[in-house]
């Protein structure tokens, strides 16, 4: 059976020669709870955000996007600004939702992005009640992978230890993403787990593993590992 990694990796390459279509992209931070990207599109001429939004207030719920959007990122020398927006209004003016749960959807147009960006942000440069998206993964293979994670992460909050198991180990065996914070978690998780399944020999195996590999904070989770006294004295 193939690694959850690789098949993800398969899939991306036949989808995406031909549309260059991102779904649902990792965001790591964003000031509007139930603002969302649905999809980024990067096409020849131009690259598109579609938008969703939900409203969550009974009474006098509002939107709108300032023409000051813009994309930035430490990679770009400048500023990627908003050519338009589409099926939102432009601030001052706003769309006034009618009802809780309303929702809208929209689009945001921009220049085509530079090749090998990885990451941006997206900033709607304004002076009241602006919105932000920071750490939107463009990197298809690395979005995917955080989806992974994140399934994991889910499994393992319900207590379904085996189930997480698969998703971390996975990260640990076949990601290149070394500098992310998920890449860390999932190696200092699975000991973690082979401890608390009482499959010590698999525990020490693991713990081993952590050792070996270089990793960002390498050091902190190691510490935080051996808060467990099985592992205290492991070498």
């Given at each position: 059976?193939?690694?959850?990694?690789t098949?993800?990796?398969i899939l991306?390459i036949?989808?995406?020669v031909d549309?260059?279509?991102?779904n649902?992209p990792?965001?790591?931070v964003?000031?509007?709870?139930?603002?969302?990207?649905?999809?980024?599109e990067?096409?020849?001429?131009?690259?598109?955000?579609?938008?969703?939004?939900v409203?969550?207030?009974?009474?006098?719920?509002w939107?709108?996007?300032?023409?000051?959007v813009k994309?930035?990122?430490?990679s770009l020398k400048?500023?990627?600004r908003m050519?338009r927006?589409?099926?939102?209004?432009?601030?001052?003016t706003?769309?006034?939702f009618?009802?809780?749960?309303e929702s809208?959807?929209?689009?945001?147009?921009f220049p085509?992005?530079p090749?090998g960006?990885t990451?941006v942000?997206?900033?709607?440069d304004?002076?009241?009640n602006?919105?932000?998206?920071?750490g939107?993964v463009?990197d298809?293979?690395?979005?995917?992978e955080?989806k992974?994670?994140?399934?994991?992460?889910?499994?393992y909050?319900?207590n379904?230890?085996k189930g997480?198991?698969?998703?971390?180990t996975?990260?640990?065996?076949?990601?290149?993403?070394?500098d992310?914070k998920h890449y860390g978690?999932s190696?200092?998780?699975?000991?973690?787990?082979?401890?608390?399944?009482?499959?010590f020999?698999a525990?020490?195996?693991?713990f081993?593993?952590l050792?070996?590999?270089d990793?960002?904070?390498?050091?902190?989770f190691?510490e935080q590992?051996r808060?467990?006294?099985?592992f205290?004295n492991?070498?």
């Amino acid at each position: 059976m193939k690694t959850i990694l690789t098949t993800i990796f398969i899939l991306i390459i036949f989808t995406s020669v031909d549309s260059q279509i991102l779904n649902k992209p990792s965001v790591q931070v964003k000031s509007h709870p139930t603002l969302n990207i649905i999809k980024i599109e990067q096409r020849e001429t131009e690259t598109v955000f579609f938008m969703h939004i939900v409203n969550r207030i009974k009474e006098g719920g509002w939107f709108c996007v300032d023409k000051n959007v813009k994309l930035t990122s430490e990679s770009l020398k400048d500023d990627i600004r908003m050519l338009r927006s589409e099926n939102i209004e432009n601030c001052p003016t706003s769309h006034h939702f009618t009802k809780i749960n309303e929702s809208v959807n929209f689009k945001l147009y921009f220049p085509p992005l530079p090749k090998g960006l990885t990451e941006v942000n997206l900033i709607e440069d304004c002076a009241d009640n602006c919105f932000y998206m920071n750490g939107i993964v463009l990197d298809m293979v690395l979005n995917n992978e955080i989806k992974s994670f994140d399934k994991g992460f889910s499994l393992y909050s319900k207590n379904d230890f085996k189930g997480s198991l698969q998703y971390f180990t996975d990260i640990r065996d076949n990601s290149i993403h070394t500098d992310r914070k998920h890449y860390g978690y999932s190696i200092y998780i699975i000991p973690v787990i082979y401890h608390k399944l009482g499959e010590f020999d698999a525990a020490k195996r693991a713990f081993k593993k952590l050792l070996e590999k270089d990793f960002k904070d390498k050091e902190y989770f190691i510490e935080q590992v051996r808060k467990i006294d099985f592992f205290k004295n492991l070498k």
